[in-house]
């Protein structure tokens, strides 16, 4: 059984930074590929940015140079930093753990961005 511990509210001024953790109760989280996905108001769940068991990134054009995704395979984390925050960045931040048709998402972290 794999859960997603993230969750909360989060408030960061315009410019700020932040970094989202989501450990993951699973014994061979090393296997699983790991993303972030964020759900603003009135627009679809949308990618961020993911890393594959391998180490492979990707980030999403929107948090290019501003966004970074990082595992720590020891700790069975997966973070995501977030820097130069834009009030547009607005949204439930989702964690999501994938190994072939397997799927889990944490429970969101709304995170506000005010202006």
């Given at each position: ?6 969750s ?19 014994i ?6 790991m ?19 391998n ?11 501003r966004f ?13 930093q ?9 949204a439930?931040?989702y964690?999501k ?6 799927v ?12």
């Open positions: 059984h794999v859960q997603l511990v993230e909360g509210v989060v408030f960061v001024q315009a410019g700020g930074s932040l970094r989202l953790s989501c450990p993951a109760s699973v061979t989280f090393v296997m699983y590929h993303a972030w996905y964020r759900h603003a108001p009135g627009m679809q769940r949308e990618l961020v940015a993911r890393m594959t068991r180490g492979n990134t990707y980030h999403a054009d929107a948090v290019k140079r970074t995704i990082s595992r720590d395979n020891a700790k069975d984390t997966v973070a995501l977030m820097n130069g925050l834009k009030p547009e960045d607005t439930v931040y964690c753990a994938e190994l072939g048709g397997e889990h998402w944490g429970k969101g972290t709304l995170v506000t961005v005010s202006s």
